[in-house]
Nanobody
Framework: QVQLVESGGGKVQAGESLRLSCVASGRIYSQNTLGWYRQAPGKQRELVALISNCGGTRYADSLNGRFTISRDINKNTVYLQMNRLKAEDTAVCYC???????????WGKGTQVIVTS
């Protein structure tokens, strides 16, 4: 089992920034992927960004370079720096984790991001 605890959500105005954090604990393998998904009101959950243990990243095309994912391997922590936030970024953001070569994945409980215009 893997536990994920997110933090850093909040309410900001459009154009401002937020930094999300997620700490993973439990059965952590050396090869894994951490990431962020989000679910806006009335919409399906969608990928925001992923980062592997090697540092490889993947982003949603719609972000246009506004967000940056990073991780601290030693702390089993993943970060999402969100800049130039827009009202349409309002969503619950979920941390996601998967051990390489295993079935199943893990989700955090989510942290709310609200962007007012």
């Amino acid at each position: 089992q893997v536990q994920l605890v997110e933090s850093g959500g909040g309410k900001v105005q459009a154009g401002e920034s937020l930094r999300l954090s997620c700490v993973a604990s439990g059965r952590i393998y050396s090869q894994n992927t951490l990431g962020w998904y989000r679910q806006a009101p009335g919409k399906q959950r969608e990928l925001v960004a992923l980062i592997s243990n090697c540092g490889g990243t993947r982003y949603a095309d719609s972000l246009n370079g506004r967000f940056t994912i990073s991780r601290d391997i030693n702390k089993n922590t993943v970060y999402l720096q969100m800049n130039r936030l827009k009202a349409e970024d309002t969503a619950v953001c979920y941390c996601w984790y998967k051990n390489y070569g295993t079935s199943g994945d893990y989700w955090g409980k989510g942290t709310q991001v609200i962007v007012t215009s």
